[in-house]
Nanobody
Framework: QVQLVESGGGLVQAGGSLRLSCVAS????????MGWFRQAPGKEREFVAA????????YYADSVKGRFTISGDNARNTLYLRMNSLKPEDTAVYYC?????????????????WGQGTQVTVSS
């Protein structure tokens, strides 16, 4: 089983950048397809980005495409989410999770082993 711990969130002005980290323990992240999700107050958790290590395929929500980049460091067993050109609507708690290898990559129900999340707040 894998345990995930997110960090790197904070308060940033619109147009700014942050890099989120998700440190894994118990199993190597390259054993899984990994994803980032976010949940804003009063809203459902939504897909942000995912990465398939074999082939290096990445997937993004339309709302973050061109601004966010998902990547990983197998030596550090860490998943990253680089967020540029942040907007107030990016404000949310961000979570990393591992894909369960069946169903849509964009569906929160197909992910497990959620971390505790890290808060990102973007001021206008």
């Amino acid at each position: 089983q894998v345990q995930l711990v997110e960090s790197g969130g904070g308060l940033v002005q619109a147009g700014g950048s942050l890099r989120l980290s998700c440190v894994a323990s118990g199993r190597t992240i390259s054993s899984y397809t990994m994803g980032w999700f976010r949940q804003a107050p009063g809203k459902e958790r939504e897909f942000v980005a995912a990465i398939r290590w074999f082939g290096g395929f990445t997937y993004y929500a339309d709302s973050v495409k061109g601004r966010f980049t998902i990547s990983g460091d197998n030596a550090r067993n860490t998943l990253y989410l680089r967020m540029n050109s942040l907007k107030p609507e990016d404000t949310a708690v961000y979570y990393c999770a591992k894909y369960g290898n069946s169903g849509s990559l964009y569906d929160v129900e197909n992910f497990a082993s959620w971390g505790q999340g890290t808060q990102v707040t973007v001021s206008s």
